[in-house]
Every structure is written in structure tokens, then in C-alpha cells.
């Protein structure tokens, strides 16, 4: 590899997959931990893409989005000041600067084209060319597209507006506990778009598709629990957040209970959108008594993994094994149907944690 | 005034500062040092925004035992300020006197003087590196603290904004206001007059008189 491919793959291409590590993570474990067996899972989800060409647009248009995501962030870091050393790249042939783009785009869009690798050779197995061809056609043409948006990104040139992300021009008051929410809202606005899509539809899907032959609030407050865990990425990035751009507010004369309650209300808000969806599911799921127990366990287990960050110095990776880790512990104790007592608990040591290391914690470098 | 007791601050294994005792008197206090010397570390030590072994007492106040009421008479603006760029100085202004229970018509009295209040209402996204600079200041004087601590107040901010900087800071000191202030750019002294000079080196802070 040379030199310049050599700095765009540790610039670029490196730090994508380091800064999303939690949602490839989390990806992983949906596409092939939770279905078993996964491979036996996935040549039938293959099949049933190759099946319907309907099935076949849904996925063209989650390949899309995945595009849209690589495209921010690489227009993002090539237009960021420290990367404008970049700019020599420019001194290549325009014919060159296409292909490190290419290179660029094909190394970030990987894990679409690896999928897409094993379409094409089921749909060429199963003697299904045309599907193969569109499969292929569809993925080069976002490839040379993309490529061709980062070239022009890296020339500083303005880009068309399809390549932005509409933004929404809202700008209310900010009170301290929003700020978290709202900086998911500007910052990180797939990785709320695609928490958010997948804990309403985790919701959805369990409201929808259970029937409880009897009343019992467990199955409904583990997926309560999943719900709330699908936000912990987001939550290590808030903490980096607020680590980075709210360190002001440590010396800021506030209370430990206040910065509490700012804790709790912050989880609050990220949660809402839940909070009204269960109610979609009263009265069959759950009585009024135990909508506050799920609230409450999503709000404790937001709050838990936030204070948990101030205990240790984590990496994303650590990080996230450890949720697993407490969410399996918390499975099991749910099974032994603990009641209010569990979300009690757990925001009582959350606070506890919280109170114990918020002046303390200090980011190792 | 401002008191250190047994301060001591390890970044890692590393011993960055050690101060057994030190006590500086009410004034302007000029924090010399080489880069790398802990001026920085120390200001963030006293502003409450590192954790340290020891105790730094204000006016008798100890950071550990009544940290609320420590830091309300404490104001610190930093070097290179950061601020989330979606939140406007509206917001920041509202944050900090609401906290510091003061009057927000007196912050924005002091944007006005630093030219910055016809932004009040945008995004700090769309702010320059000088009126975020300033900006950082006119939050350190809000609320009217014993104690303001200025690291590097003179950099990025324009020749007009460096004057009324000073005015602010001799017009505290006037009050009753004392200031730790680190700079590398010699101050005039028709502008501000010390009346302190400390300086960092050896991984500890030692005072010199004038």
C-alpha cells in the first residue's frame, strides 16, 4: 500500500470503525448473536431478499443509509481543520484522487459489500442473474457516487444538498439536562435515528406479535431493559460529550443532588419517545402500578450505565462488554420477578455511583 | 485568602504538582511558568475541575468539605475555551447566572462591551476562537466571585477586547476581587498592576513578592 493510501486508511477508514465500534457491536450482536443458528438465519433472510423484490428495495434502502452515514462522517473529517493537510491529495491526477476515494468508500462501505458478496453468490447459485446484476450495479453506482462526493469534498468545493442530511432549524432554550439529548440531536443524529428505530421497533414487535396467555410484567420489562440497553452506545458518546465540552460545569457552584436530578431527567428525555409508545400496549401488557416499575427500570438502567463510566476509564469495547455483563446479571434477578425493588435499587446505586465519582473521575489521555 | 494545604497532583504515576503549603493574599496574582510547569493544572486544581490529594481552602471555605459554597465565590475561564456548538450564549448566560444567581442583564452588559452581544442568540458553532475567547470571560465575571482565575486571558482576543479585558479586571479588583492570572505575553503595567507574582516551576508554585 502506498503512503497516501497508507494515511487515508489510518485517518479516515480506522477512526470510523474506532468511533462506531459500539454500533458495529451492536449490529453484530442483532445480525448474529441473538438468531441461532445465524448462518442457517441468514441463508434464509438471503433467499427471502432474493425472493421479493420488495425485500430486495427494503434492503437497498438500508444500504443507503448505512452510504449516508459514511458519507457524513468522511465529508465531516476531510473538511475538519486538523485533517487539512489533506488538501495535497489534490496534487495527484484527478483520476488518482477518484481511486483513493474509492478506496476510501469501498474500505468504509465493507461490511455492505461483504453482504452483498453473499447475495450476489446465492442469487448466482440459484441461477437468479438479474438479481445478482442489480445487487452489483447498486452497490458500484453508490461506490463511484460516494467517491465522487469525496473528491469533490476534499477539492473544498460546495456540495450539492443531497449529500447533506436535512437539518432541522430548532432552536429552543437548553437547560442543562437537555444538553446531552440535544447533543445526539445535532451530533449524533444517525446514531440516535438508529437506537431509536430499533428500540420502538423492539417494542413494536413485542406489543404486536405476544399474546400473554396470563398477566406477567417480566417479558415486557426485559424487553424494557433491551430497550433501554440498545441507548448505551449513545451513552458513552454523551459522556465523552460531556467530558470534552461540559467540563465547565463540574466548577459551576450546583449541587451533587441537583446534578443528580439532571442525571435522571436527562435519561428522562432520551427515553420519551418509549415512555408514550408502552402506553400503546395498556391495558393488555401492564396495570398503571407497573408502568412505573418499566419507567423506572429504563430510567435506573440509563442512569446505572452513565454512572458506570465514571468508575473506571472505559474504551468503547470495555465499555460495552460490561453492559452485556450487567444486563445478564439483571436478566437473571428479573426471573426471580423482584418487583419495584430491582429499578430502586439499581437507581439508588446508580446515584450512589454517580455522587461518589463525579468530582473525582478524571480522563486518563 | 487562598490556601493550599498538603496539594499534591498525580497524573497517573506522575507527580505534576506538589505543594505542602502556600498561601496567596487577596490581590492580582501573576502565574508565571515555563509550558509544562502546571500553571494550567494548578488554575483547574482551584477552580474545582481536577481531582487532587490535599485541600484548598478560599477565605476559609474548604473545596472538599463545602464545594458548593466554595465554588460560588470561584471563576475560572480557560485557555481554549470549548463549548457545545448547538448551545447559544443565551443559554450559557442563562446556565451560569442562574447559578451563580446573578443578574443577566450585567453579563450582557459585559458583551456589549466586548462587542459580542449582537450574537447572543446564535449558535456557538457559529462563533470565532476571539469571541468564544471572550465570551469565556465575560462567563468568569459573572456573578461577581472572590476569585477569578484567567488562563491566558491576553491570547486570541483583538486589541479592543485586550483594553476592556483589563478595565473588567482592575474594576473587580476595585470591588474587593482577587484573580490568579497566567500569560505569557508581558502585561503593561499601566494596564493591570500585580500586586503577586507566583511561579511555577519544579513541580511546585512559589511565591515572590514585588
Known sequence: ????????????????????????????????????????????????????????????????????????????????????????????????????????????????????????????????????????????????????????????????????????????????????????????????????????????????????????????????????????????????????????????????????????????????????????????????????????????????????????????????RTVFGILAGLFFIVLYNPGIILPCILLAISLVLYGSYYYAYEKKC | MLHFENVQKEYGNFLALDIPTLTISKGICWLKGENGSGKTTLLKMVAGLHPFKGDILLNGLSIKKQRQAYLSQVSYAEAEPLYPSFITAEDLIKLYCQTKKSSIEAARDMLRQFNIHDDYKKPLGAYSSGMLKKLSLVLAFTGSPQLVLLDEPFITIDAEALETTCGIIMQHAAKGGSFIITSHQPVNSGQISFTNILVAENRTISSLSI
Open chain 1, 1 to 320: 500500500m502506498n503512503i497516501t493510501a497508507s494515511i487515508l486508511q489510518r485517518i479516515l477508514v480506522n477512526h470510523f470503525y474506532k468511533v462506531n465500534a459500539g454500533f458495529f457491536l451492536f449490529l453484530f450482536f442483532v445480525l448474529f448473536g441473538i438468531p441461532v443458528p445465524a448462518a442457517g438465519f441468514h441463508f434464509a433472510l438471503i433467499n427471502g431478499i432474493l425472493d421479493s423484490y420488495v425485500f430486495l428495495l427494503l434492503v437497498f434502502a438500508a444500504w443507503l443509509l448505512y452510504n449516508l452515514k459514511c458519507i457524513n462522517y468522511i465529508i465531516q473529517q476531510l473538511r475538519h481543520e486538523r485533517q487539512s493537510f489533506l488538501f495535497v491529495v489534490n496534487q495527484n491526477s484527478p483520476v488518482k484522487v477518484m481511486l483513493y476515494m474509492l478506496f476510501v468508500q469501498a474500505m468504509v462501505y465493507l461490511p455492505a459489500i461483504a453482504y452483498a458478496t453473499a447475495i450476489v453468490i446465492i442469487a448466482i447459485s440459484r441461477h437468479l442473474y438479474l438479481m445478482a446484476i442489480l445487487v452489483c450495479l447498486f452497490n458500484a453506482l453508490i461506490c463511484i457516487a460516494s467517491a465522487l462526493v469525496y473528491t469533490v469534498a476534499l477539492q473544498r468545493k460546495q456540495l450539492p444538498a443531497l449529500t447533506r442530511l436535512p437539518g432541522i432549524r430548532w432552536q429552543p432554550g437548553k437547560p442543562l439536562f437537555s444538553m446531552p439529548f440535544f447533543f445526539a440531536w445535532h451530533n449524533r443524529a444517525q446514531m440516535l435515528l438508529v437506537t431509536k428505530t430499533f428500540s420502538l421497533l423492539l417494542l413494536y414487535g413485542f406489543i404486536r406479535l405476544y399474546n400473554p396467555d396470563h398477566y406477567d410484567i417480566r417479558p415486557l420489562l426485559l424487553v424494557c431493559m433491551l430497550s433501554a440497553t440498545a441507548h448505551s452506545a449513545l451513552v458513552f458518546q454523551v459522556r465523552e460529550f460531556e467530558e470534552e465540552y461540559l467540563s465547565f460545569v463540574r466548577g459551576l457552584p450546583i449541587t451533587l443532588l441537583k446534578r443528580c436530578l439532571n442525571l435522571v431527567a436527562s435519561c428522562w428525555l432520551f427515553i420519551l419517545p418509549e415512555m408514550l409508545f408502552l402506553w400503546t400496549g395498556y391495558p393488555l401488557y401492564f396495570t398503571i402500578a407497573d408502568y412505573f416499575q418499566l419507567v423506572l427500570m429504563m430510567t435506573a438502567l440509563l442512569c446505572f450505565y452513565h454512572a458506570v463510566l465514571l468508575t473506571a476509564n472505559f474504551t468503547m469495547d470495555s465499555y460495552l
